[in-house]
């Protein structure tokens, strides 16, 4: 079956890049998604990746694919506070008959 | 708009209360899904309904029962819960569900926190 990983807490300090990783197991995988989940609130899609691309900029955000090894990355640059939150990374696969299956989220804490 | 709202935000209900989770989006999307997300888990997909018709039941007990009477809305109807029902649940939209292999972004809400005593 399928299965998406992330290790679970990230702390680094305002100004500086923060890398979330995610892996996963599904060779099938088509999209794969960065959402954000702040306290109390639902989630917020970021940013998505076709699995024909290996890289995809959007301002501060970065992601990056590598099919092979089924890793998947997300950087942020010049990390502010307000980017504290939990960032899950989620998968849908081709052909499939199910929803996104998402990992098991990073909680990115951001010190001043 | 690009929003889904979710009305009660908070919930507090007795195991032998009837109660109902409403969601509502305006974004013309024709998928909606329930997701059920305990403390520091990520979502778990309960229910996904496509053009108004049930697609997906990820085996939630009948205490659960999903509603969708037109495009936009989308309830939870609760009845008989257990303590360990306790969690947050989030409604979600998008555009079309195809079960996979499509770019189907997902609109959620913000939740409705649901404490059963």
């Known amino acids: 079956g399928e299965d998406v990983e992330q290790s679970l807490f990230l702390s680094v300090r305002e100004g500086d890049s923060s890398v979330i990783n995610c892996t996963y197991t599904?060779?099938?995988?088509?999209?794969l998604y960065w959402y954000k989940q702040e306290p109390g609130a639902g989630l917020q899609l970021l940013t998505y990746?076709?699995?024909?691309?290996d890289m995809k900029q959007d301002q501060r955000l970065t992601v990056l694919l590598n099919k092979k090894d089924k890793h998947l990355s997300l950087r942020i640059a010049d990390t502010q506070t307000g980017d504290s939150a939990i960032y899950f990374c989620?998968?849908?696969?081709?052909?499939?008959?199910?929803?996104?299956?998402f990992g098991s989220g990073t909680r990115l804490q951001v010190q001043p | 708009d690009t929003e889904v709202t979710q009305t009660p935000k908070h919930l507090v209900m007795g195991m032998t209360n009837k109660k109902s989770l409403k969601c509502e989006q305006h974004?013309?999307?024709?998928?909606m899904y329930w997701y059920k997300q305990k403390a520091k888990k990520p979502p778990e997909l309960m229910f996904v309904?496509?053009?108004?018709?049930?697609?997906i039941n990820e085996s939630v007990p009948s205490r659960f029962s999903p509603e969708c009477p037109n495009s936009s809305l989308l309830n939870l109807h609760l009845h008989a819960l257990q303590p360990e029902d306790s969690a947050l649940y989030l409604c979600?939209?998008?555009?079309?569900?195809?079960?996979?292999?499509?770019?189907?972004?997902?609109?959620f809400g913000s939740g409705t926190q649901l404490s059963v005593l």
């Open positions: 979600a939209s998008s555009q079309v569900y195809t079960g996979g292999g499509t770019n189907e972004k997902l609109f």
């Open positions: 599904d060779s099938s995988s088509t999209y």
């Open positions: 990746i076709f699995s024909n691309m």
């Open positions: 989620a998968e849908s696969e081709t052909g499939g008959r199910r929803a996104l299956t």
């Open positions: 974004m013309g999307h024709r998928a």
């Open positions: 309904y496509s053009y108004e018709k049930l697609s």
